[in-house]
């Protein structure tokens, strides 16, 4: 119930229709009970829904390539610990395979709260990073949100990487990058911010951002020529470990950021 409370929510805010996806084969009873929490949540009752037997991931990713569905939203855990939320079975096949956006809870609530605070999790200075922040921010402007802030991640291996190849974003720095960013999208009610991470493994990243608090994160994912989607080095932990609840936007070297061009 929780995680189709948040799903609903979500696809208020983008004005997108809902789809349910169960892996497992259609009955009438099954049928009714997803209508009557519908019912209850106050969501559209007729929303389709689609069964598909089999194993969770391979039923959830036939039935998205069949639906051309561009969000795809699930719980995320298997189990949690004292120090560490390591992602669930479905949530890490749906993160190493799925084609579409994803939209993981580690905590769904039945009565979801549109996400206050954002950390929008960057490995480069790229133009396409740059959309993402643009998809961060106007999901803010839809949804009510007060803060974002920007992290920029590297490991140190992967900035020695890109001295040695010659790579760099112009004459400015980071910082100065980041800055500029920020300046470029001054919202009112809305505060921006930026932080620079640098550490040996990516887990340096996994650990601010399990202590930052933050209601959501998003995260880009290259979408290279074979389909399989990729993360940056100092980002591929997700696969294990899921700091908190994560949208993760897939990009092409075409393709549009989701609610890019949103108003």
Known sequence: MAVLAEAGHFSRSLAAP???IHADE?????????????????????????FQPGEPAQAILKIQREESIDLLIAGAMETQSVHRNFTGDVARELLRRAPCDLLLYTEPKEDPKPP??????????????????????NLAGRSGGRHITILHVQTTFAEAKEKALGVSNGS????????????????PNLELDYHLLRGNTGFTACEF?????????????????????????????IIQVIPGNLWVIRQTENQSILLQNLP
């Open 18 to 20: 809902l789809c349910l």
């Open 26 to 50: 259609f009955t009438k009873e099954k049928e009714e009970r997803f209508r009557s929490a519908l019912r209850d949540l106050q969501l559209d009752s007729g929303a389709a829904i689609r």
């Open 116 to 137: 206050g605070a954002m950390l929008v999790v960057v490995p480069d200075l790229s133009e396409s990073s740059r959309r993402v922040v643009g998809a961060a921010l």
């Open 172 to 187: 400015l720095s980071a910082e100065r990058t980041l800055k500029s960013w920020i300046e470029g999208q001054e919202r």
């Open 209 to 237: 951002i399990q202590s930052s608090g933050t209601d959501l994160v998003v995260m880009p994912s290259q979408m290279p020529p074979s389909d399989q989607p990729v993360f940056a080095p100092a980002l591929d932990w």
